[in-house]
């Protein structure tokens, strides 16, 4: 069992930068795959980026986010993080995090646990 805990959202200006943490607790977090999905109101959540079980491992970004936003772990802290920088509006949503089992990243199904989420605003 592994509880997620979302942190670090808030209000931005366009171009701006956030950085997204969530703890995990148990013991067996670096046998997970992490990611982080994004839900805007009124749309479907999406995937956002993930990263696999080790530390320093593969990351998956979706296109939208793609060398804008920077995933990475701590597995000595349990705690991944998702570096958001030159923000923009559309960006705008409830972000969450969630852990795997690491058969595959971009869809929700993969992930068995899900954060409460932290919400993210970007001002134009």
């Known amino acids: 069992q592994v509880q997620l805990v979302e942190s670090g959202g808030g209000l931005v200006q366009a171009g701006g930068s956030l950085r997204l943490s969530c703890a995990a607790s148990?013991?067996?977090?670096?046998?997970?795959?992490m990611g982080w999905f994004r839900q805007a109101p009124g749309k479907e959540r999406e995937f956002v980026a993930a990263i696999s079980f080790w530390s320093g491992g593969n990351t998956y970004y979706a296109d939208s986010v793609k060398g804008r936003f920077t995933v990475s772990r701590d597995n000595a802290k349990n705690t991944v993080y998702l570096q958001m920088n030159s923000l923009k509006p559309e960006d705008t949503a409830v972000y969450y995090c969630?852990?795997?089992?690491?058969?595959?990243?971009?869809?929700?199904?993969?992930?068995?646990?899900w954060g409460q989420g932290t919400q993210v605003t970007v001002s134009s």
């Open positions: 969630a852990a795997g089992d690491g058969l595959g990243y971009r869809t929700e199904d993969e992930y068995d646990y």
């Open positions: 148990g013991r067996t977090f670096s046998s997970y795959a």
